[in-house]
């Protein structure tokens, strides 16, 4: 009798695990080849509230709205921008590339393109008053709710030429979502500059993440005057830091507590960092508001760079974390691979050598996973779904990695100091990277820029958008390449640039009316050849965005949902490992 359970329960699991795994490479299978096409074709067609809205500066500023100074002429940017001084002796990462000053391998009149310099919304009103304490520096401690909202403040109020506080929402507690930008222009967006962005403290109890991002803060507005690689930075770029994302998850977790969940999930038990919309799988999880303010944020500004800061383990991270093939993942882990895999791989290795030890690859603890030169495909460390990191690159076009700051998530703090000096150089170089590639403004046959205009490095079917004012940028390592850009209405458009090392190149293009029906529906026959779709797709002006009704599919039943059961146990085992 015994034998005959045994036998039958053996035979059972081997079935259902065959079953699943059967039935996720069939459905792989359906995605794989071309599994970003939907992507392409969803952003082409995608609907205004789904495309980028970047604006000025969206939200309250702590102190006021003093006169910008950043906004310049796009056709001035073709002059060469101030040379960074180079990077000191690159004893840890000899390929490090600094950014530097563009080349223009093609432009055209822009001059229409530029307007005055952007400016704030009237209805905009100053956020509560900030106490006029000159802000104590910063020390090596934890700090809680509170005294981190009186530092911010005090902070941006000492240093209103450098600082902007603004809060893009509240927790499910009511705590406020600060982000401080750090720019010389940090109450104005440079027209044709990147904006970068920095979210810790995802998991309230990653709270090492949290402390980091404040000393980054302070960091960069002392060495202003000081380091002139910082100087040049903070006049080329607006680095916005959010240190706390879950402020709830992190009133209730404990010092010195390194692994588990206590604090890492918000008011409501939500882990954040599972309840973005997944490009792979449906995510019925219910939006929480932290998540809802994020992707509010995301969607109003365009984020050229981006790090999440985790902890929990020693390691840069890069997208995909989720793949097609989970369940198969979860057992065999092989990376999930983007179009931009290069440009990932880079990033994070350029995290990972400019860290003290991160690029040594050593495991936490024995039995802890090792990552060679301290980087992973996310999915290849182990898959997760609704994750911020494929969010921002799918949905907005933003370069975003992952980085686990240390072993333990909330660390004593005697130990910050040392935490510090180790991610110090690599936080500051890693924005660096946001000058790197090629960049741009689209105008139209008058000089006007233009919107949402789609556009794409040929080969690489990740898209990406033109911003209001018809700027966009894109990271790329040195080669040669080809960027196109659609926008229905015009007649697409093609060219071929260069990148180099130490250059972002800029290539600006004028895009042109279509003339008549007939050419019109010409021009669209030739996108659609162009974009591989096959013969069944509908025309892009036609196509009903694929990912944003995602989140509208019923949630399902059968074999999918014991699909997403089982996928989410395995992802529960991970969980509380790791951040
Ligand atoms: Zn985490």
């Not at 879950?246 to 409501?268: H, I, K, L, S």
Request: glycine letters at 6%; charged letters at 15%.
């Amino acid at each position: 009798m015994k034998t005959a359970v045994w036998y039958t329960s053996t035979f059972v699991v081997i079935f259902v695990y065959l079953y699943c795994y059967l039935v996720q490479f069939i459905r792989g299978a359906e995605i794989r080849p071309q599994h970003l096409q939907p992507l392409l074709r969803s952003r082409l067609a995608a609907p205004l509230q789904q495309q980028q809205q970047p604006v000025a500066f969206p939200y309250p500023v702590a102190g006021g709205w003093p006169l910008a100074s950043g906004s310049q002429h796009p056709a001035q940017q073709r002059h060469l921008p101030p040379l960074p001084p180079p990077p000191p002796p690159s004893e840890v990462f000899s390929d490090y590339m600094g950014p530097g000053s563009m080349a223009v391998s093609s432009s055209m009149s822009v001059s229409s393109a530029a307007s005055a310099p952007v400016q704030v919304p009237p209805s905009v009103s100053a956020a509560p008053a900030t106490s006029s304490a000159a802000a104590k520096p910063l020390d090596f401690s934890y700090h809680n709710y509170e005294d981190m909202t009186t530092w911010l403040k005090q902070f941006s109020a000492s240093n209103p030429d450098l600082t902007a506080l603004y809060s893009i929402g509240k927790s499910v507690q009511g705590r406020d979502l600060w982000v401080m930008v750090v720019s010389s222009s940090p109450f104005q967006h440079m027209k044709g500059k990147p904006d970068v962005k920095y979210v810790a403290n995802i998991h309230g109890n990653e709270a090492v993440s949290r402390e980091m991002a404040l000393h980054l803060i302070q960091h960069l507005v002392k060495s202003y005057r000081e380091d002139a690689y910082i100087r040049w930075l903070l006049d080329q770029t607006r680095i916005h830091i959010l240190p706390s994302l879950n402020p709830d998850g992190f009133e209730v977790a404990r010092e010195g507590t390194c692994t588990g969940g206590q604090g890492r999930y918000n008011a409501r038990g939500f882990d954040l960092n599972r309840n973005f919309p997944d490009y792979f799988k449906q995510n019925t999880k219910r939006l929480q508001p932290e998540t809802e303010a994020y992707k509010e944020w995301i969607a109003k500004i365009q984020f050229t760079l981006s790090a999440g800061l985790h902890a929990g383990a020693l390691v840069a991270s890069y997208p995909f974390d989720n793949t097609p093939n989970s369940v198969y993942q979860a057992f065999a882990p092989t990376p999930s691979q983007t179009p931009d895999d290069d440009v990932f791989h880079h990033l994070a290795t350029l995290y990972a050598r400019n860290h003290a030890t991160m690029y040594q690859g050593v495991a936490c603890k024995p039995g802890s996973p090792s990552f060679p030169n301290g980087t992973t495909n996310g999915a290849a460390w182990y898959p997760l779904t609704g994750g911020a990191q494929d969010y921002s690159y799918v949905w907005t076009g933003t370069m975003e990695i992952t980085v686990e700051m240390a072993c333990c998530k909330y660390p004593p703090a005697a130990e910050l100091p040392l935490h510090w000096s180790e991610h110090r150089q690599a936080l500051v170089r890693f924005v660096g990277e946001a000058h790197r590639g090629v960049r741009g403004f689209v105008t139209d046959g008058n000089g006007r820029p233009l919107e949402n205009v789609a556009m794409k490095i040929k080969g690489r079917d990740a898209p990406f958008q033109t911003t209001k004012h018809g700027e966009y940028w894109r990271i790329l390592l040195p080669g040669y390449y080809r960027i196109e850009a659609y926008k229905e209405g015009y007649e697409p458009v093609e060219d071929d640039f260069s990148v180099t090392d130490h250059h972002a190149t800029q290539v600006n293009l004028t895009l042109f009316k279509q003339v008549d029906s007939k050419n019109a529906f010409g021009a669209l026959d030739e996108v659609s050849n162009y974009y591989s779709l096959s013969p069944g797709d509908e025309r892009p002006n036609k196509r009903q965005p694929t990912i944003s009704n995602k989140q509208d599919v019923p949630h399902p039943t059968g074999l999918t949902g014991l699909l997403i059961t089982l996928r989410s146990q395995m992802d529960n085992l991970f969980t509380n490992l790791f951040g």
